[in-house]
């Protein structure tokens, strides 16, 4: 891979972290807002719901970024874009799409095949 690309994807990766602070952060204060509100009896299932929603989505963010974070450190150590799994080269094609996938298509699937995750509704 070329240090222009290597940049470019390091760029790409900076700025998906940005993003997720910046709406994890906007979700605290959203949260902030509705548990300070007086909520009456009969809209406490409501807001139950949008509890474990909260979580679930937290969750999700949390886990894109600790991805960023570790295809970061893999640059630093010259093991970006490499497939932990089969230790293939990954096409640029895939990393600008996923510049911190941590996985090639292929064992990618593979993966999702054999822990078919619930998707989260909204
Ligand atoms: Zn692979």
């Given amino acids: 891979m070329s240090e222009k690309d290597l940049t470019h994807l390091k760029d790409l990766l900076l700025r998906q972290r ?12 959203d949260w902030q807002a509705l548990s300070e509100r007086d909520i009456e009896r009969e809209e406490e299932a409501q807001k139950a719901d949008l509890a474990s929603l909260f979580d679930q989505l937290e969750e999700r963010e949390r886990q894109e970024l600790e991805d960023i974070e570790l295809a970061l450190t893999k640059m630093v150590n ?45």
């Avoid at 940005?18 to 605290?28: A, F, P, S």
């Fill in 18 to 29: 940005r993003e997720i602070l910046v709406r994890l952060q906007g979700l605290e204060s």
């Fill in 78 to 122: 010259v093991t970006y874009g490499i497939c932990e799994k089969c230790r293939k080269q990954l096409s640029l094609e895939r990393l600008e799409v996923l510049p911190a996938t941590r996985f090639c298509r292929k064992c990618e699937a593979e993966m999702e095949e054999k822990q078919k995750k619930p998707a989260i509704l909204p």
